[in-house]
Nanobody, 124 residues
Framework: QVQLVESGGGLVQVGGSLRLSCATS????????MGWFRQAPGKEREFVST????????YYADSVKGRFTISRDNAKNTVYLQMNSLKPEDTAVYYC?????????????????WGQGTQVTVSS
């Protein structure tokens, strides 16, 4: 069974930074693209970023482009989300997910395994 465990969330002031990590179990982590999504209170889950299986291709939501960076370490079965210049509207629970394939994807239905999420709160 594949398990995804996020960490690194917390409370940060506007303009601050956080680095989220998502550690995955299983021997085939490198064979799948990965993604980050987030859900704010009262809102639907939304796409944040995705990275292809080798890390050669990445894609970001317009709202985080230029501020967030996704990366992966296949030797450690871990995907990261570096978040800089954080804004109050970035406050949400952040989820990592495994894509059903090697290419990037922005639609949640394209992902088959999800973590439990980590809370990010940006205070003004």
């Amino acid at each position: 069974q594949v398990q995804l465990v996020e960490s690194g969330g917390g409370l940060v002031q506007v303009g601050g930074s956080l680095r989220l990590s998502c550690a995955t179990s299983g021997r085939t982590f490198s064979a799948y693209a990965m993604g980050w999504f987030r859900q704010a209170p009262g809102k639907e889950r939304e796409f944040v970023s995705t990275i292809s299986w080798r890390g050669s291709s990445t894609y970001y939501a317009d709202s985080v482009k230029g501020r967030f960076t996704i990366s992966r370490d296949n030797a450690k079965n871990t995907v990261y989300l570096q978040m800089n210049s954080l804004k109050p509207e970035d406050t949400a629970v952040y989820y990592c997910a495994r894509r059903q394939g090697t290419a990037t994807a922005v639609v949640a239905d394209e992902y088959d395994y999800w973590g439990q999420g980590t809370q990010v709160t940006v205070s003004s």
